[in-house]
């Protein structure tokens, strides 16, 4: 079974911050690894994935994150936070290797900028 | 171009009445699939199809619930006998390919309130 775990339902940082979100997996093959972004009354939009080819994965809007597998994280990072990017993100995981295509979600973090 | 389209955006319904979700995938996206978000939750798999054929059923709670898929375009998710507990946000996604490595894009879901 896979799983993951998104550590801080609710995360705060100033405007100009870094933006660090965690996200830890459980998988027992290599996963594939996702972030979606939830924007209030929209739908859930990729950020960025991991399918198994470069670790540090750059996405939208400045966003980028690195599979470790020693540490079973692949944790969302941002060097600077903009008010736009406050919103709910989600991590989620899926294991190819059983021919599985549904992702599991972690329980999301809302973030919140402080002006 | 368009993208998922999920009807109706909101459904009040009483508890014991059937209720259909539809979902008008991207054109010519192989795949789709049906999630379940609760408040406070990260989204739920379902169930998914790889055109008309229904690939994996196993997150569906029980049998009240059903999906279809009958021409490999439109999906429609219909709950018989509505519970309170089945209040949720059903979201749908759609993706180009069979393989995960194709992105999934979500709809706006459709809220459900049974009362």
């Known amino acids: 079974a896979q799983s993951v775990t998104q550590l801080g339902s609710h995360v705060s940082v100033s405007e100009g911050a870094l933006v660090l979100l965690r996200c830890n997996y459980s998988?027992?093959?290599?996963?594939?690894l996702f972030w979606y972004v939830q924007y209030p009354n929209q739908g859930l939009q990729l950020l960025l994935k991991?399918?198994?080819?470069?670790?540090l994965v750059k996405g939208i809007n400045g966003f980028e994150a690195e599979f470790k597998k020693s540490e079973t994280s692949f944790h969302l990072t941002k060097p600077s936070a903009h008010m736009s990017d406050a919103a709910e993100y989600f991590c989620a995981v899926s294991n190819p290797n059983f021919g599985n295509e549904k992702l599991t979600f972690g329980t999301g973090t809302r973030l919140t900028i402080i002006p | 171009g368009a993208g998922v389209s999920q009807s109706p955006r909101y459904k009040v319904t009483k508890r014991g009445q059937d209720v259909a979700l539809r979902c008008d995938p991207i054109?010519?996206?192989?795949?789709l699939y049906w999630y379940r978000q609760a408040l406070g939750q990260g989204p739920e798999f379902l169930t998914y199809?790889?055109?008309?054929?229904?690939?994996?059923k196993s997150g569906l709670p029980n049998d009240r619930f059903s999906a279809e898929r009958p021409e490999g375009s439109i999906s429609t998710l219909t709950i018989q006998r509505t519970e309170q507990r089945d209040s949720a946000m059903y979201r749908c996604?759609?993706?180009?390919?069979?393989?995960?490595?194709?992105?999934?894009?979500f709809g706006p879901g459709t809220r459900l309130l049974v009362l």
């Open positions: 998988s027992s093959v290599p996963p594939y």
């Open positions: 199809f790889n055109y008309e054929a229904q690939q994996d």
């Open positions: 991991y399918t198994s080819a470069a670790t």
């Open positions: 996604a759609s993706s180009p390919r069979e393989t995960l490595q194709e992105t999934q894009y």
């Open positions: 054109s010519g996206h192989v795949s």
